[in-house]
């Protein structure tokens, strides 16, 4: 698997598995444990998707040193604030049975994250996570985090799919080193992207799955991505796109596909903002 150097010299691997929406333990475990026998080394998953622990099981009886697996957590808005986010790290890692994090991540830019922020600095000082970062940070949350504190985050983690590539956000992103990671780089499936025409008929010239085109897009891009399933067949589609390289002209017209707005999570909506503060979970 290709690695991808953070700003802080941490390397990690540029496509991994994500947990979202496998709210059943045993399923979740299941999963991961099947990413693993294929290839994969990096899982990502959050406080808030109540899965911590079945990836910490999958990890802990797949039998690979914990040093070749690369775990990304996140901290809740619920847990926003210096206190509360070492109380929610500490959780955290006895979910997922480990000593450290490889990544941790500030998941909204709502609530004290300054105060989140501060805290995850002293946690990565102490050595107990390897690099810091934040989730859906657009533009002038991100730049204010920056300005307010010693530590540039490695990662923003944003909703980028062909649908919604953040190309604004990204070249502020490239400015400060701060490498892209696509969630939902499938755009959870809608508008029929998994049928859409130019990706279909790239993907026939080289034998590959429109699916497996966005990754290999995402790849080319240096873009680290999480795609997501509980099915093995589609773990290793989602894995088997090495063997091709899409052309310029093809990057271009994926490219082309942009619409400059987001599917999923419009970050900046008051509706998101009520309902994503009524989120609460028991860690």
């Known amino acids: 698997m290709k690695m991808v150097q953070l700003n802080n010299g941490i390397k990690m691997p540029i496509e991994g598995m994500g947990v979202f929406q496998i709210t059943n333990e045993d399923i979740c475990e299941q999963a991961v444990s099947q990413a693993l026998k294929i290839g994969y080394r990096m899982i990502d998953t959050a406080a808030c998707y109540g899965n911590e622990k079945a990836v910490g099981k999958a990890i802990e009886k797949s039998g690979i040193a914990r040093r070749d697996i690369f775990i990304s957590s996140k901290v809740w808005i619920q847990d926003a604030g210096y206190e509360k986010t070492k109380k929610s790290f500490a959780k955290t890692l006895e979910n997922l049975k480990t000593d450290y994090l490889d990544l941790y991540l500030v998941h909204m830019p709502y609530g004290d994250y300054h105060g989140s922020w501060q805290a995850m600095e002293e946690l990565y000082e102490a050595g107990k996570i390897k690099a810091i970062g ?8 991100l730049i204010d985090l920056i300005l307010s504190h010693k530590i540039v985050p490695a990662i923003n983690q944003i909703e980028l799919h062909p649908f919604c590539q953040q190309k604004k956000l ?12 696509a969630w939902a780089p499938f755009a959870e499936g809608r508008d029929n992207i998994f049928k859409n025409e130019l990706l279909v008929n790239i993907g026939k010239k080289y034998g590959k799955t429109s699916a497996q085109v966005i990754l ?3 790849r080319q891009k240096d873009i680290i991505s999480i795609p997501k399933s509980i099915h093995e067949e589609r773990l290793k589609e989602n894995w088997e796109i090495d063997d091709f390289i899409l052309s310029n002209e093809e990057m271009k017209c994926i490219e ?5 707005q987001s599917l999923i999570l419009n970050i900046t909506s008051l509706e998101e903002v009520y309902r994503l503060h009524n989120i609460h979970f028991e860690q």
Do not use: A
């Open 134 to 141: 934040v989730c859906n940070f657009l533009e002038d949350r």
């Open 170 to 181: 990204c070249e502020i992103m490239k400015k400060y080193d701060i490498k892209p990671m």
């Open 216 to 218: 290999r897009w995402l």
């Open 256 to 260: 082309d596909m942009d619409r400059k």
